[in-house]
C-alpha cells in the first residue's frame, strides 16, 4: 500500500524552463518524424499551456498523441492544406495531422484576411485535439486582433436531460487587445471543469471536486478514475450542454468534420479523431480609431477589476489575466512537473532515441 512518503514524493515537484520543455518536444517529435518546422510550433503550442499554468494541456499530452501516431491514427509527418473560399473565407483540411498544425495556419490566413478586408473566417476539417484554445485567441493579439476560437471535441458530457456521453467539453474562446492593461482572453471549456482536470487528477494521484463529473452509476464521485468512466456535468444546467451543441454546429456540423458524438477522444489511439475548428479574426479598428478602440478596452478593464468587492475577495482579475501571471512566473522560475510526468515524457524520449527532459538543478 502507498505509504504518505510515497505520496509526499509522488506529489513533489521539479521545474523545468520553458526553453528546455520546448527543445525537448521538438526533439521527440522530430524523431518521430515531424518536420522541424511542425515541430517547433506544436511544442510552442504546448509549452504556452503549460506557462499559463493550464498544464492539462501541455506537454503532458505528448504520450498520448505519439501513441496515436504510432497506432498510425495521427499522421505526425503531415502538413495542412487552405483553399481560399471568398477574399474573406477560407478552409484549412487538417489531413488528420496535429490539430496545432492546421489551426495555426487556419489563423494566420485569418489574420491576414482580416487585416486587408476586416474579419477573416476559417473553418476547419479533419483536424486533432489543439489543446488549449488560448494560444490561438493569443496567435491573434499578438498580431493585433480581436478573435473567436471554437472547436468540438469527443463525447464527454450528456446534453441536459440525457444520461450519456454525446457532446464533448469543447472549449468557447475569444479574446481582444488591449492598450495599457492586460487584453481580454476567455478561454472556457462549457463544463463545470475541463476533462483534462480529470486526467491531471488520475496521473498524479490526486481527488476531484465532487461537482465536476458523475460515476458510471450517476453518483457524484471525488475520484478522477470513477469520473472519467461517467459523464461530466456541464456548468449552468441546459445553457452549459447547450454551449457544447453550439461548439458542435459551428465546429464540426459546418466544417464537414465529425459531429454529434462522433469524434475521437485525444486518449483513443484506436481510429482518427476527425476534429473541427471555426476561427474568426476581426480587425478592433472597424468602428473607430485603433487608440479609441484600446482607450476603452483598458477603461472596460479598469472598471472590472476595480470595482467593489464582495466579502473575503481580494483581487478582481480580468479574464485570462490570472493565466498571464502564471505565465510571467513560470518563465522566469520555471515549469513545476512531477516525477511521473518526467519519467512518462522520458520514456516517449527513449522510444526515438531523443534526449531526456533537462530539469532545473
Ligand atoms: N481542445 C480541447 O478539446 C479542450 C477541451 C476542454 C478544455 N480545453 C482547454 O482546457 C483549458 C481549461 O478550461 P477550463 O474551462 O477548465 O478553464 P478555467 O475554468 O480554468 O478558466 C475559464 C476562464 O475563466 C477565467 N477565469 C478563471 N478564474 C478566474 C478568476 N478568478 N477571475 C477571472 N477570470 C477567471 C480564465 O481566465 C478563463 O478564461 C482551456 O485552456 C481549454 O481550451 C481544451
Given at each position: 500500500?502507498?505509504?504518505?512518503?510515497?505520496?509526499?514524493?509522488?506529489?513533489?515537484?521539479?521545474?523545468?524552463?520553458?526553453?528546455?520543455?520546448?527543445?525537448?518536444?521538438?526533439?521527440?517529435?522530430?524523431?518521430?518524424?515531424?518536420s522541424g518546422e511542425n515541430a517547433a510550433i506544436v511544442a510552442d503550442c504546448l509549452v504556452q499551456a503549460d506557462l499559463?499554468?493550464?498544464?492539462?494541456?501541455?506537454?503532458?499530452?505528448?504520450?498520448?498523441?505519439?501513441?496515436?501516431?504510432?497506432?498510425?491514427?495521427?499522421?505526425?509527418?503531415?502538413?495542412?492544406?487552405?483553399?481560399?473560399?471568398?477574399?474573406?473565407?477560407?478552409?484549412?483540411?487538417?489531413?488528420?495531422?496535429?490539430?496545432?498544425?492546421?489551426?495555426?495556419?487556419?489563423?494566420?490566413?485569418?489574420?491576414?484576411?482580416?487585416?486587408?478586408?476586416?474579419?477573416?473566417?476559417?473553418?476547419?476539417?479533419?483536424?486533432?485535439?489543439?489543446?488549449?484554445?488560448?494560444?490561438?485567441?493569443?496567435?491573434?493579439?499578438?498580431?493585433?486582433?480581436?478573435?473567436?476560437v471554437f472547436t468540438n471535441s469527443s463525447p464527454a458530457l450528456p446534453v441536459w436531460g440525457g444520461k450519456e456521453k454525446?457532446?464533448?467539453?469543447?472549449?468557447?474562446?475569444?479574446?481582444?487587445?488591449?492598450?495599457?492593461?492586460?487584453?481580454?482572453?476567455?478561454?472556457?471549456?462549457?463544463?463545470?471543469?475541463?476533462?483534462?482536470?480529470?486526467?491531471?487528477?488520475?496521473?498524479?494521484?490526486?481527488?476531484?471536486?465532487?461537482?465536476?463529473?458523475?460515476?458510471?452509476?450517476g453518483r457524484p464521485t471525488d475520484d478522477p478514475r470513477a469520473a472519467l468512466e461517467g459523464v461530466m456535468l456541464p456548468?449552468?444546467?441546459?445553457?452549459?450542454?447547450?454551449?457544447?451543441?453550439?461548439?458542435?454546429?459551428?465546429?464540426?456540423?459546418?466544417?464537414?468534420?465529425?459531429?454529434?458524438?462522433?469524434?475521437?477522444?485525444?486518449?483513443?489511439?484506436?481510429?482518427?479523431?476527425?476534429?473541427?475548428?471555426?476561427?474568426?479574426?476581426?480587425?478592433?479598428?472597424?468602428?473607430?480609431?485603433?487608440?479609441?478602440?484600446?482607450?476603452?478596452?483598458?477603461?472596460?478593464?479598469?472598471?472590472?477589476?476595480?470595482?467593489?468587492?464582495?466579502?473575503?475577495?481580494?483581487?478582481?482579475?480580468?479574464?485570462?489575466?490570472?493565466?498571464?501571471?502564471?505565465?510571467?512566473?513560470?518563465?522566469?522560475?520555471?515549469?513545476?512537473?512531477?516525477?511521473?510526468?518526467?519519467?512518462?515524457?522520458?520514456?516517449?524520449?527513449?522510444?526515438?532515441?531523443?534526449?531526456?527532459?533537462?530539469?532545473?538543478?
Amino acid at each position: 500500500m502507498a505509504t504518505e512518503q510515497d505520496f509526499q514524493a509522488s506529489a513533489q515537484k521539479y521545474l523545468v524552463s520553458a526553453s528546455n520543455a520546448r527543445t525537448f518536444v521538438e526533439k521527440v517529435l522530430i524523431g518521430s518524424g515531424v518536420s522541424g518546422e511542425n515541430a517547433a510550433i506544436v511544442a510552442d503550442c504546448l509549452v504556452q499551456a503549460d506557462l499559463r499554468g493550464v498544464d492539462t494541456h501541455g506537454i503532458n499530452r505528448i504520450p498520448s498523441y505519439m501513441a496515436r501516431a504510432r497506432e498510425g491514427v495521427l499522421d505526425a509527418t503531415i502538413s495542412p492544406e487552405i483553399e481560399f473560399r471568398t477574399p474573406v473565407v477560407a478552409q484549412v483540411d487538417g489531413r488528420n495531422g496535429f490539430g496545432f498544425l492546421a489551426t495555426k495556419l487556419g489563423m494566420d490566413a485569418a489574420i491576414k484576411m482580416a487585416s486587408e478586408f476586416g474579419i477573416g473566417m476559417v473553418s476547419v476539417k479533419h483536424s486533432n485535439h489543439f489543446g488549449m484554445s488560448a494560444w490561438v485567441v493569443q496567435q491573434a493579439i499578438d498580431a493585433g486582433m480581436m478573435s473567436l476560437v471554437f472547436t468540438n471535441s469527443s463525447p464527454a458530457l450528456p446534453v441536459w436531460g440525457g444520461k450519456e456521453k454525446l457532446m464533448g467539453v469543447s472549449p468557447i474562446a475569444c479574446g481582444a487587445p488591449a492598450g495599457k492593461t492586460k487584453p481580454f482572453i476567455l478561454d472556457m471549456a462549457p463544463s463545470v471543469a475541463a476533462r483534462g482536470k480529470i486526467y491531471k487528477a488520475k496521473r498524479r494521484g490526486e481527488k476531484i471536486p465532487t461537482d465536476w463529473a458523475l460515476d458510471s452509476e450517476g453518483r457524484p464521485t471525488d475520484d478522477p478514475r470513477a469520473a472519467l468512466e461517467g459523464v461530466m456535468l456541464p456548468m449552468g444546467g441546459p445553457k452549459g450542454s447547450a454551449l457544447s451543441i453550439m461548439m458542435d454546429v459551428f465546429s464540426g456540423v459546418f466544417s464537414g468534420s465529425a459531429f454529434a458524438g462522433h469524434v475521437t477522444n485525444p486518449y483513443d489511439p484506436s481510429k482518427p479523431a476527425d476534429v473541427g475548428h471555426f476561427l474568426i479574426a476581426m480587425k478592433p479598428d472597424l468602428f473607430m480609431t485603433l487608440d479609441d478602440f484600446k482607450e476603452r478596452m483598458d477603461y472596460l478593464y479598469s472598471r472590472v477589476v476595480g470595482c467593489e468587492r464582495m466579502t473575503g475577495v481580494d483581487r478582481i482579475y480580468f479574464p485570462g489575466e490570472l493565466e498571464q501571471l502564471e505565465a510571467d512566473k513560470r518563465q522566469s522560475e520555471g515549469i513545476p512537473y512531477t516525477r511521473g510526468e518526467i519519467d512518462a515524457l522520458n520514456s516517449e524520449a527513449t522510444k526515438v532515441g531523443a534526449p531526456p527532459l533537462e530539469i532545473a538543478e
